[in-house]
């Protein structure tokens, strides 16, 4: 752990002009890392040994040092890390996903009575889409996030200036928002098997049509009103599609979407080709409610295309959940004590760059004992007291709770092909 923080902060020195915010920033990592229990100004300056939180304040508001180039080495740092640890082969996924952050008042950049997922409903906050990189059978981490701000706000001087928005700021949806951060995560080199995330951008056209564009394969999440063009030229919404070709219990096949908090995630899956050889809707039904949840998928021309790899790359979305739910318990990813655009992004580096390093010290333990390491929670850095990784054994089909077999992912001894549905006379779109 130690030694994983050491060379994080190594990395990051040449973004700081000046050593006092390089050691402030280090600083702030730690205590981020720490046990305290609520990680705010004043609690991490008194941790830190200061008499006040003017310095903290100061690195995160005024001290100049590249945000966008710590944010970057974040990035590479976790991905080479994660990568090392992995067995060779092992999928990687991006996942993209927004989280938020209640706030009080108006004085804050972004903030605005919207939906809040932390919240349960609508409440005063901000929202910040992230990126989420999840290695197969290693781990992932949080390497890229950039904050929502409302059209009104950007288009009012007063607030533009009082919350110290870019000049060069324009609006952008939360697909808009994604493509950003994957163009930068491309700039860096990080390589993508898929990009998984929820409706949010599964709806966004402009996001899929980067992606088919780059020959960037996709599994994302779409409502059940959807449009498809099937084979024929049928047009049909998924729950259409379902109805129609999905009938036959046999259409559907047992499959494994990993291992969860709560045992083994199996559900049933089938997917059904569409008038595009390159697509295809994967849909996911529950066992015992039989709900229905559904995909749209891209893979590329001379990649792989198998219902097990589509099964594997949706099932490794909710990772981006543990690293939300661990950023915001252990890391304050969601106590920033500042207002301004610039502050809130150098809080979330830096609370990215502590959940960063204990990510990589989980996959090493991992890789090292060749069972499922614990949750990245913080190995506190001061020495006090730490959490040793639980060890767990390998779940078998008994352990998870059922008499079917599980399907091994990483290899598939026979993928079934889609169902393609029979050509039909052209029809309009329902």
């Known amino acids: 752990m130690q030694r994983n923080l050491d060379d994080l902060m190594g990395a990051l020195a040449p973004m700081f002009s ?27 300056a008194e941790w830190i040994g200061d008499r006040r939180p003017d310095a903290t304040q100061r690195l995160l508001n005024r001290a100049r040092w590249d945000t966008a180039g710590a944010m970057s080495t974040v990035r590479r740092f976790a991905v080479a890390r994660l990568d090392a640890a992995a067995r060779p082969g092992s999928l990687t996924v991006g996942v993209l996903d927004e989280s938020g952050q209640e706030k009080k008042g108006t004085a804050t950049a972004g903030v605005k009575r919207q939906h809040m997922g932390c919240a349960g409903g609508i409440d005063n906050g901000i929202n910040t889409v992230y990126l989420a990189y999840v290695r197969a059978g290693a781990g992932h981490a949080l390497i890229g996030a950039r904050q929502w701000i409302p059209a009104e706000q950007i288009s009012d001087p007063v607030t533009a200036i009082t919350t110290a928005l870019p000049l060069d700021l324009s609006f952008a949806t939360k697909g808009e928002l994604a493509i950003g951060l994957l163009r930068e995560a491309y700039a860096d080199g990080v390589r993508l098997d898929f990009v ?82 390159a697509h295809f809707l994967l849909v996911r039904k529950h066992r015992t409610t039989g709900e229905l949840a559904f995909h749209y998928c891209f893979v590329p021309a001379g990649q792989p295309a198998t219902l097990a790899r589509l099964v594997s790359a949706a099932g490794l979305r909710w990772p981006v959940e543990e690293s939300f739910q661990a950023g915001k318990d252990l890391f304050g990813l969601d106590e920033s004590q500042v207002r301004l655009y610039e502050a809130l992004l150098r809080h979330l580096v830096l609370v990215m760059a502590g959940l960063a390093v204990c990510a990589v010290a989980a996959a090493a333990a991992r890789h090292g004992t060749d069972t499922h390491a614990g949750r990245p929670w913080p190995d506190p850095i001061d020495g006090r007291r730490g959490q040793a990784p639980v060890q767990r054994r390998h779940r078998t089909s008994t352990d998870a709770g059922t008499h079917r077999p599980l399907v091994d992912l990483a290899t598939p001894p026979s993928s079934p092909r889609p169902l393609v549905p029979s050509p039909s006379p052209p029809g309009h779109c329902i």
């Open 18 to 44: 000046r050593i006092e915010p390089r050691l402030q920033a280090a600083k702030y990592v730690r205590a981020v890392m720490s046990e305290l229990p609520r990680r705010n100004g004043w609690t991490i």
């Open 196 to 277: 998984t995330g929820d409706e949010v951008y599964g709806a966004c056209t402009k996001l899929r049509t980067y992606l088919e564009n780059h020959g960037q394969a996709y599994v994302l999440r779409i409502r059940a009103t959807f449009t498809l063009t099937l084979g024929g030229g049928a047009c049909l919404t998924c729950e259409q599609a379902v109805a129609k070709h999905l009938r036959p219990q046999r259409r559907w096949m047992i499959r494994s979407a990993g291992h969860g908090s709560k045992g083994e995630r199996t559900y049933a899956w089938a997917w059904i080709a569409t008038a595009s050889p």
